[in-house]
Each structure stands twice: as structure tokens, then as C-alpha cells.
């Protein structure tokens, strides 16, 4: 008899609950790995490490991702992941144009405030891969990226409402708005300057001042039917 003949037996129930228990466990270990990273950083990251955290033997952790640069990438992920669930889906009910980009912005502001106290994942990553090829750094740069798209997008669209001139560089005006965000982690975080979170809001207002947006353009409803949400990816 061949072994192509004989027969297949079902998987058992207790096989598909074993799967289920293990991708918990991989999230657990994943949620418990992104909440160290925000502390000391993907670098500090280690396998012995986490073990210690989650009260897991080293061989555990490591079966779950085999390597150390896995490890750190599927944090990479999920912070992307939890971004955009926190920041940019929520935003995408929001008429397209201006109210939308405010919104956007209104919602990093919002993550950002929480992160002066726990730390980002983006910038401290960046100023620890800035200078490192390889699968971490891609992770990284490709997660920023596809938010900075997301955003260029919105800018795109207000242009579109009437809500920017129409002569707006995009690429200047998303510049100017991700400087926000640096200079707001650089004056709170590390300088501990007070007041750095109403100014970073009063910047943003200069902005689209200056690129042309109107008080009624800011609360105006576009009169185009809203588009299905995308995800910041696509």
C-alpha cells in the first residue's frame, strides 16, 4: 500500500485547543515583550530576559519565535498594529478632508501624550536601528512609512475638499506636522518642559494656517459620501 492510500485521520479537538492555547500564549508573550521594549528599548530585548518577565523557561519563549531578531520584529508588528487601531481607524469616520487630517492628528496627539511616560516605539527605535540594515530596521522604517503615507493621503484629500490650497507641497506640510511629534517627545519627555503638549497643538493650527485651511473648512462636512476604511498599509 502506498502512503499516498492510506487514510488521513481527522485532526483531534484536543490538537485545534493546543493551536489556540499556543498563539495566546505567543500574544501573551508578545504583549509582555512590547510593554519591556517601551522601557529599554528593541535592543534591550532578549530572549532570558522575557523568560524572566512572563515567568516562562528560556526554551518556552524561544519556541515561540526561534530568535532574538524575530522576537523583536513581531513587537515591531503589534505596536504597528495597535497604532493604527488606535490612531488611524478610528479617524476614518471622519468626513474626508480636513476634518479628517484633524483628527488624524487629534488622535497621534492623543497616543503620544501617553507615550511621554512609557515611550515610543518609532523614535526610540529609530535612534537604535537609524544606522543598522537588516530585518529589524525594515520592519521599523516600513511601519513608519505606511503611516506617513496614511497621512500624506489625508493631505491629499484635503486639497481635493478645498479645505488646503491647492499649491500645497505634501511632502513639505507631513514634514512639518511629524516635527511636531519629535519636538514634542525631545521638550516633554527629556526636557520635561511643561506646557509642550499645547504648544505642539498650536503648531499644528500654524500649519494648516499657513497651507491655507479656513475656521469653516475645519468643522465643514464633505459633501462626498465617506470611503470605506482602508487600512494605513494600503
Known amino acids: 500500500m502506498s ?4 487514510p488521513v485521520k481527522p485532526a483531534r479537538p484536543r490538537d485545534g485547543k493546543a493551536l489556540q492555547k499556543g498563539q495566546q500564549t505567543k500574544a501573551a508573550i508578545v504583549d509582555a ?17 522575557l523568560a524572566e518577565v512572563t515567568e516562562m523557561s528560556k526554551s518556552g519563549v524561544f519556541a515561540h519565535f526561534g530568535s532574538r531578531e524575530e522576537l523583536q520584529i513581531s513587537v515591531v508588528r503589534e505596536y504597528h498594529n495597535r497604532f493604527e487601531a488606535q490612531v488611524f481607524y478610528p479617524a476614518m469616520s ?8 484633524r483628527a488624524m492628528f487629534a488622535n497621534w496627539m492623543k497616543l503620544t501624550s501617553v507615550e511621554l511616560d512609557s515611550g515610543c516605539i518609532y523614535i526610540s527605535g529609530a535612534v537604535e536601528f537609524d544606522d543598522r540594515p537588516g530585518p529589524v530596521r525594515d520592519a521599523l522604517a516600513w511601519s513608519v512609512q505606511t503611516w506617513h503615507a496614511a497621512m500624506k493621503r489625508a493631505i491629499a484629500l484635503a486639497k481635493e475638499e478645498g479645505h488646503l490650497e491647492f499649491s ?10 511629524h516635527g511636531l511629534i519629535l519636538a514634542l517627545h ?19 493650527e500654524h500649519i494648516l494656517q499657513q497651507y491655507g485651511a479656513s ?4 468643522v465643514k462636512p464633505s459633501t462626498k459620501p465617506a470611503r470605506p476604511a482602508k487600512s494605513a498599509k494600503e
Open 3 to 6: 502512503v499516498s492510500s492510506l
Open 33 to 49: 515583550a512590547l510593554g519591556l521594549a517601551t522601557q529599554i528599548g528593541l535592543e534591550g530585548l532578549s530572549i532570558g530576559a
Open 94 to 101: 471622519e468626513p474626508r478632508g480636513l476634518p479628517r487630517l
Open 168 to 177: 500645497v507641497d505634501e511632502d513639505q506640510m507631513l514634514f512639518e506636522i
Open 186 to 204: 525631545y521638550e516633554a519627555r527629556f526636557l520635561k518642559n511643561p506646557g509642550s503638549i499645547a504648544r505642539a497643538n498650536t503648531g499644528f
Open 215 to 218: 475656521a469653516a473648512a475645519a
